[in-house]
Nanobody
Framework: QVQLVESGGGLVQPGGSLRLSCAAS????????MYWYRQAPGNEREYVAG???????NYADSMQGRFTISRDNARNTVYLEMNSLKSEDTAVYYC?????????WGQGTRVTVSS
């Protein structure tokens, strides 16, 4: 059974930082490109960042320079380091794993940026 379990969300003040984690099980993690998406209340789910099997990274324009995605294949885990957080970063953040026609989602972790 495939599971993606996100953690690390919470309440943070504007300008603060959080590190999200997504632990995968039931897949050969090294084969999967990993992504982070987010969905704010009333909005559609949007792309945040991705990392391929070779470690190449890609970011949405609004996250470039503030967010860093990384992966640890030994721990089957992908991370999202978020800095200089803004109120508009408030959302549920989801982990996504993809390989060929296979795609899996986690249940999400909530991030609230507020003073």
């Amino acid at each position: 059974q495939v599971q993606l379990v996100e953690s690390g969300g919470g309440l943070v003040q504007p300008g603060g930082s959080l590190r999200l984690s997504c632990a995968a099980s039931g897949i050969n993690f090294r084969n999967y490109a990993m992504y982070w998406y987010r969905q704010a209340p009333g909005n559609e789910r949007e792309y945040v960042a991705g990392i391929n099997i070779g470690g190449g990274r890609n970011y949405a324009d609004s996250m470039q320079g503030r967010f860093t995605i990384s992966r640890d294949n030994a721990r089957n885990t992908v991370y999202l380091e978020m800095n200089s957080l803004k109120s508009e970063d408030t959302a549920v953040y989801y982990c996504n794993a993809r390989w060929l026609s296979n795609a899996y989602w986690g249940q999400g972790t909530r991030v609230t940026v507020s003073s």
